[in-house]
């Protein structure tokens, strides 16, 4: 009579998502690139020693940009960039969203109208707009592109975080906890948090191949990581001009871009399927 | 025991639960949910409330849990009146009367281990720390037929029937004075209903336990519940003795509710 | 000549596990049956079955023959004409039957328009009717209101007024008042039992609930984990029955029953 989604059957289910695994070679690449060049990089990132716009060769695995720059280290440079912009948007909008969307769900009256008005706005505001506004409060770096896409991005996950966190509360077993004699506070930790956990893991991982998105179209304009750093959006930028006769440098961080944001959204579906399966059996 | 003596037994003791001309009306809407309900709850006098949907019996229930304020009247245990805002007194509420509620999938929480689930009552109300709650645990399990290992699993791994023993085993780990169930069997098939209804007069029985039982079955009511209160539209329409009520109903409203209930043939 | 003939009708998972094993019944024009089995049983899955509904990922194998079409491995052309006018059904829950988003007399116009090719006035008079031969008061209110708008009986009578539209020569109805309250549960039984006499149509009947059975059904299969255990008529299903599983039903519904009883001796 009852349909539910018992937890057994994922038990059961063989546990091995082959989009995960392919998530999780792909994405591991761009950050294998991204480790390494912490402590190790073919050329410094100022160095013009090379001839300009070589194409690929022994000694630059990429060629070299129209400076002479060698194209493989800014492409791990940027491989660094792209991860560190994913990751700290991501937890700024997880910070950020979780600890409103909790509240708002537990908001009535004029607060509850308050919060929902401003995620409103805050959705909305354009993100090219929150970072100009903030690179000009601020400077142009890599934590202004973060600052601004964790911030928008934390109204997308407050909404979805309310709206789960108001689901979570109608079931009985909050109301037995409440019962039960267990707090409010105790109630978010010990039981809505873990159960809107698999949900929002999966839409941060969304929301990382976003943020890097997002980032590569701010350091294109400019508003991103500094030179001498090459983010993949500012060398999609310098490479512009010269994309006919050299195009290695637009082709390598567009590629690498393609990869890790792909990589990442398979992540998502692979957790999606482990954790929350939408083909849900039922029962008889 | 006669009629008379039973009624000054029943006077002389203080009641468990009262409400006193209780009335609940939710903002914004001019009906009360709820109007002008006075019920008395004694230990060892089990009460059900009978009546159809909207009849205002889950309202009801939620003044009765202290999860709800009345707009109009007074909510009292033990005699005096509830302050939802006491905490000393509500510790000691909630610590004796505890609860039972009607869809056993979504009363137990799908992340925690049964064990977890049984021992919140101890734990949140300070009774038993991690350690000391794994017996009683054990325990309350035992009582209501599920292996010890139990304790180790998640509530996926339970049938329905299982699942409301194991609602039934956390209302009753605290050992609680009153236990408030609302249509405790309704969603089970009925081989698995009257092992549970079997269940819950056994904990009358043999842990004292009163029952205030929200039900729009007849036969389930007449099985456990010493006092009947009738509802429709959110006022008590009759009450008294179950035996009395449903057996020679004085209101036309309770009369077409027992003449409705399908019976076998033969 | 018989209207529905099922042989040997097995229903499969996709990964394998058997939900209704080789199950046989058939019902001759204006004959009913009831099908009462618990949760897990298949009987809901088998009522599906026959009008070639069953969820994606599961498959049937076997036969089932209505008004001489085979419905296993039919495609959903074939299908389509079948339903409603060979065979129709009414659900245990009114509101996810019907369209939330459309007025309940555009949905009731839908099959109406559809089988019976009417138009304008015609169609409006015969959505009309279809809402008073199930005892609907104002008819033109109900027409106009949106599912949510009307009661949960008012909207079951409604997917009872859509099922007949197209006057089916078989009405299947599974669980049609479990979700439904005892005195709406009592009329509505009644009126499916008058409605389905009027017509004479054959009736296949399930329920958990052998007194509800009774009410509308002479003869009953008995389903337990997808297998049919024991057929007959209801009487002596209840009086003398012959399996296990069936003693164990009847003495269940039987015991729950007598608390009624005992407490109403005047």
């Given at each position: 009579m009852k349909r539910r989604t018992s937890p057994a059957d994922r038990a059961n289910?063989?546990?091995?998502?082959y989009t995960l695994i392919a998530g999780c070679v792909l994405a591991g690449l761009i950050a294998l690139l991204a480790l390494v060049s912490l402590v190790w990089l073919p050329y410094a990132a100022d160095d013009t020693s090379g001839g300009r716009l070589t194409g690929p060769a022994a000694d630059h695995l990429l060629g070299t940009d129209k400076l002479g720059r060698d194209l493989f280290t800014q492409a791990m440079t940027g491989s660094r960039i792209a991860v560190e912009a994913g990751l700290g948007s991501v937890l700024v909008a997880a910070a950020i969203g979780v600890t409103l969307g909790v509240l708002s769900a537990f908001a009535q009256g004029w607060l509850d109208d308050t919060l929902s008005a401003f995620l409103d706005i805050l959705i909305a505001f354009p993100t090219l707009l929150l970072a100009m506004l903030i690179v000009a409060a601020r400077s142009a770096t890599l934590g202004s592109a973060v600052l601004a896409i964790g911030l928008a991005q934390s109204a997308v996950v407050a909404r979805l975080v309310r709206i789960l966190v108001k689901r979570v509360l109608a079931q009985d077993y909050i109301t037995a906890a409440r019962t039960s004699g267990t707090s409010w506070p105790r109630i978010v930790a010990g039981h809505v948090l873990p159960n809107i956990w698999p949900t929002l893991v999966v839409n941060l991982a969304l929301q990382f191949g976003l943020a890097v998105l997002a980032e590569a179209g701010l350091s294109y304009l400019g508003l991103g990581a500094p030179p001498p750093n090459a983010s993949w959006g500012r060398m999609l930028q310098e490479a512009q001009a010269t994309f006919t006769t050299a195009p290695a440098g637009a082709l390598a961080p567009g590629i690498l871009l393609v990869l890790l944001v792909i990589g990442v959204n398979l992540v998502a579906d692979g957790l999606r399927d482990t954790l929350d399966p939408a083909t849900r059996r039922r029962r008889a | 025991m006669t009629p008379v003596l039973e009624t000054r037994a029943l006077e002389t003791t203080t009641p468990v639960l009262e409400l006193d001309d209780v009335a609940l009306s939710y903002r914004?809407?001019?009906?009360?949910?709820?109007?002008?309900v006075s019920l008395t709850v004694r230990a060892g006098h089990s009460l059900a409330l009978v009546g159809e949907s909207g009849a205002g019996k889950t309202t009801l229930l939620r003044l009765l849990l202290g999860l709800a304020r009345p707009t109009a009247g007074t909510v009292r245990f033990d005699g005096e009146p509830l302050a939802l805002r006491d905490r000393e007194q509500m510790r000691r509420f909630r610590r004796g009367v505890q609860c039972v509620f009607q869809d056993p999938y979504s009363s137990l929480d799908p992340r925690r281990r049964v064990g977890a689930i049984v021992a919140e009552p101890l734990r949140s109300l300070g009774i038993a720390d991690r350690r000391t709650a794994a017996p009683k645990v054990a325990e309350a399990l035992e009582r209501v037929g599920l292996p010890a290992d139990a304790a180790r699993r998640y509530p996926h791994e339970f049938s329905g029937g299982q699942r409301q023993r194991i609602a039934i085993a956390r209302a009753t780990v605290c050992e609680p004075r009153v236990l408030l169930a609302d249509e405790p069997v309704s969603a089970l098939d009925v081989t698995t209903r009257v092992k549970i209804v079997d269940l819950l007069a056994e904990l009358k029985q043999e842990r004292g336990l009163t029952l205030v039982m929200v039900s729009h079955d007849l036969s389930v009511v007449a099985s456990l519940c010493e006092r009947t209160a009738v509802l429709e539209r959110g006022g008590v329409v009759e009450q008294g003795d179950t035996a009395r009520v449903l057996g020679d109903p004085a209101h036309p409203y309770t009369r077409r509710l027992v003449d409705s209930v399908p019976r076998l043939p033969g | 000549m018989t209207l529905l003939d099922i042989r040997g009708l097995t229903v499969r998972t996709a990964d394998g596990r058997t939900l209704v094993d080789d199950l046989s019944l058939t019902l001759g024009p204006g004959e009913r049956l009831g099908v009462i089995g618990e949760s897990g049983s298949g009987k809901s899955l088998t009522t599906l079955a026959v009008l070639g509904l069953l969820p994606e990922g599961m498959t049937a194998t076997g036969s089932v023959e209505l008004a001489g079409t085979q419905?296993?491995?039919?495609t959903e052309k074939r299908l389509t004409t079948v339903r409603g006018r060979d065979a129709a059904i009414v659900f245990q829950e009114p509101l996810t039957a019907l369209d939330p988003l459309m007025r309940v007399g555009r949905q009731l116009a839908e099959p109406l328009r559809g089988k019976r090719r009417l138009t304008g006035g015609a169609l409006k008079r015969a959505v009309a009717e279809a809402l008073e031969q199930v005892r609907l008061p104002e008819p033109d209110r109900i027409a106009r209101a949106f599912p949510h708008e009307i009661s949960g009986g008012q909207r079951q009578r409604v997917a009872l007024a859509m099922a007949l539209a197209c006057e089916p020569k078989l009405l299947i109805a599974d669980e049609p008042t479990t979700a439904l309250d005892v005195s709406v549960q009592a009329e509505m039984l009644a009126l499916i039992d008058t409605l389905v006499r009027e017509r004479e149509m054959a009736v296949l009947f399930v329920s958990h609930d052998l007194a509800v059975v009774a009410k509308v059904t002479d003869r009953a299969l008995v389903m337990k984990d997808g297998r049919a255990v024991e057929e007959g008529t209801v009487e002596r299903l209840v009086r003398a029955p012959r399996e296990e599983y069936t003693k164990a039903l009847v003495t269940s519904a039987r015991r729950l029953e007598s608390a009624l009883d005992l407490r109403s001796a005047p």
């Open positions: 289910r063989p546990n091995r998502s | 914004g809407s001019a009906a009360p949910v709820v109007r002008d | 419905i296993v491995g039919a």
